[in-house]
């Protein structure tokens, strides 16, 4: 299976030249790359899973039933040993009595056979500083499917090295289900293959994407999903835990007949997870956004209703942060307090926006209860954009358009968010009087200007002045600096990080589906 994977990367390499002129030299001829384990007795695994500060356990399959031992330590010599000598392919061995925040090596062994030796991290102490990786989107365009993007192996290479605690995956991890079972195990096989490279260093739990499951006489064909993630202990397609006193809540964005919603039982329950737990910050995650830049009207914004619902919950809730994929770019945006991250640029196709550039990439985020800082890392090992709370700047301005279909038109109610809640704030279009109220778009043909201002609790102002034209695409975003216009009289002062931002979009909008 690890050969198929190896010559499956070689061979889109060869057929896809373009590919390496953007893909960075130092990465492509890494001699450290890390590949699955090489024995052919070890199916899948080892993997580590359900890590806490003083407790790990160690997931591995083999092809055959067999005994299962994991030696582990302090160092590679491995001087404990865990034994079960139940006879069976599907290993289980938890280890206890770990000290917390420590690197810990193992090796799994079935019968004569042994693994590589591998190394994790256990759990800080709740409150302390600890990483995650945030990521998603690495499924192959169908021209490739199902071997993986070139992309994806080589990110999977940079995780590792990160040495996170914790790996969450944000969705659709292959290009399409066929309810076959002998070609759907090939499929999601070309994709655990490389996800157990990261599971043997670190936890690794992932929500379901649209594209990872596929409807088959009215029940969604979930086992693989299932499989892949060893989700020991719950079958839920929703679900929540605790990691270093930090609580991260798994959505399901997907449920049949209802997806692009949040709802239901679903919601009843997410109420109840998020009002009981008495962690001090709190993640949610779930393939769809809520506010996406690719997906408008497709994804959890399908139903704004409902969409609001979920924000307004996620303010009461005190949620720090929403991470989703489903968009294959990266985009963070703020809302109220949340933190709406969009992070789906593992592999599948690229899509810029009018937000922004898209690119390869994985999110990097440091946690304790009073922080979070977030660092896009690009597959040139640069930062796409580094941002951290506490936030002290003056506030963010942000626009979303409505989409009806696929047509956007004169009249249409545009969507400006703050990312808090501002003292004071201002609509201007086209130069007329500013009002606290913001006016739907134009009727006219032609061109049209719409300034926003907002002024924190340190009474410093900050605006936007976007561009917006009634025909055509978005084409470009540019930056200028400069003073703020006078809000009817009122002398603006004390402006810091004012950015004046052209963002032109069209009244048809073209919006492009996976």
């Known amino acids: 299976m690890n050969k198929f994977v190896t010559l499956s990367f070689v061979l889109i390499m060869l057929?896809?030249?373009?590919?390496?002129?953007?893909?960075?030299?130092?990465?492509?001829?890494?001699?450290?790359?890390?590949?699955?384990?090489?024995?052919?007795?070890?199916?899948?695994?080892?993997?580590?899973?359900?890590?806490?500060?003083?407790?790990?356990?160690?997931?591995?399959r083999t092809e055959l039933a067999s005994d299962a031992t994991v030696n582990f330590g302090l160092n590679d010599s491995l001087m404990e040993t865990v034994t079960n000598g139940t006879l069976d392919t599907d290993h289980l061995i938890a280890l206890t009595g770990l000290e917390m925040d420590t690197k810990y090596y193992y090796q799994a062994e079935s019968g004569t056979d042994q693994s590589q030796i591998y190394h994790f991290l256990t759990a800080p102490a709740d409150g302390e500083e600890f990483k995650i990786i945030i990521a998603g989107d690495n499924r192959p365009d169908q021209g490739i499917a199902p071997a993986m993007p070139p992309s994806f192996p080589l990110l999977v290479d940079l995780i590792v090295e990160e040495e996170p605690h914790l790996i969450v995956l944000t969705g659709d991890y292959i290009y399409k289900l066929f309810g076959n079972p002998a070609q759907d195990v090939v499929i999601y096989a070309?994709?655990?293959?490389?996800?157990?490279?990261?599971?043997?260093?670190?936890?690794v739990v992932g929500v379901i994407g649209n594209h990872d499951l596929e409807v088959i006489d009215d029940t969604r064909l979930l086992e693989y999903y299932l499989d892949a993630f060893v989700n020991i202990g719950t079958d839920e397609m929703y679900f929540s835990f605790d990691y270093a006193g930090v609580h991260f809540t798994m959505l399901d964005s997907e449920e049949m007949y209802i997806d692009h919603r949040i709802t239901g039982p679903q919601y009843d329950w997410l109420v109840d997870d998020l009002s009981t737990t008495s962690a001090a910050m709190k993640l949610v995650f779930s393939h769809q956004p809520l506010y996406p830049v690719r997906h408008i009207n497709t994804a959890l914004d399908y139903n704004k209703t409902e969409?609001?619902?979920?924000?307004?919950?996620?303010?009461?809730?005190?949620?720090?942060?929403?991470?989703?994929?489903?968009?294959?770019?990266?985009?963070?945006?703020?809302?109220?307090?949340?933190?709406?991250?969009?992070?789906?640029?593992?592999?599948?196709?690229?899509?810029?926006?009018?937000?922004?550039?898209?690119?390869?990439?994985?999110?990097?985020?440091?946690?304790?209860?009073?922080s979070l800082t977030i660092k896009a890392i690009k597959l040139d090992q640069s930062i796409g954009e580094e941002?951290?709370?506490?936030?002290?700047?003056?506030?963010?301005?942000?626009?979303?358009?409505?989409?009806?279909?696929?047509?956007?038109?004169g009249g249409t109610d545009l969507e400006i968010y703050f990312s808090t809640e501002p003292a004071e704030f201002y609509y201007s279009w086209d130069g007329?009087?500013?009002?606290?109220?913001?006016?739907?778009?134009?009727?006219?043909?032609?061109?049209?200007?719409l300034d926003v201002y907002a002024k924190n609790d340190a009474d410093v102002w900050s605006s936007k002045h976007f561009v917006l034209t009634t025909y055509g695409t978005p084409t470009e975003t540019t930056t200028t600096d400069g003073p703020l216009v006078p809000l009817d009289g009122l002398l603006i002062l004390g402006i810091v990080g004012v950015v004046a931002v052209v963002v032109v979009v069209g009244i048809i909008w073209k919006v492009k589906s996976k």
Do not use: C
């Not at 070309?190 to 936890?203: E, K, N, R, V």
């Not at 933190?339 to 990097?364: D, E, M, S």
């Not at 007329?432 to 200007?449: C, R, W």
């Open 15 to 60: 057929l896809s030249p373009a590919i390496a002129t953007v893909l960075p030299t130092s990465a492509i001829n890494s001699s450290d790359f890390i590949i699955a384990d090489p024995s052919d007795v070890f199916v899948r695994g080892p993997t580590v899973h359900l890590v806490t500060n003083d407790s790990a356990k160690i997931f591995w």
């Open 190 to 203: 070309s994709f655990t293959d490389i996800l157990d490279i990261m599971g043997h260093y670190a936890p």
């Open 307 to 370: 969409r609001d619902r979920l924000q307004q919950l996620f303010e009461d809730e005190n949620v720090t942060l929403y991470g989703a994929g489903h968009d294959h770019t990266y985009d963070r945006f703020v809302v109220n307090d949340v933190v709406h991250l969009i992070t789906g640029g593992l592999g599948a196709p690229l899509g810029n926006t009018a937000w922004g550039p898209a690119y390869n990439h994985y999110t990097q985020v440091m946690i304790s209860p009073n």
């Open 387 to 409: 941002f951290a709370l506490p936030y002290d700047g003056p506030i963010e301005i942000e626009m979303r358009v409505t989409v009806n279909t696929t047509t956007v038109y």
């Open 432 to 449: 007329a009087t500013n009002s606290t109220t913001l006016a739907s778009f134009p009727e006219d043909l032609g061109e049209h200007f």
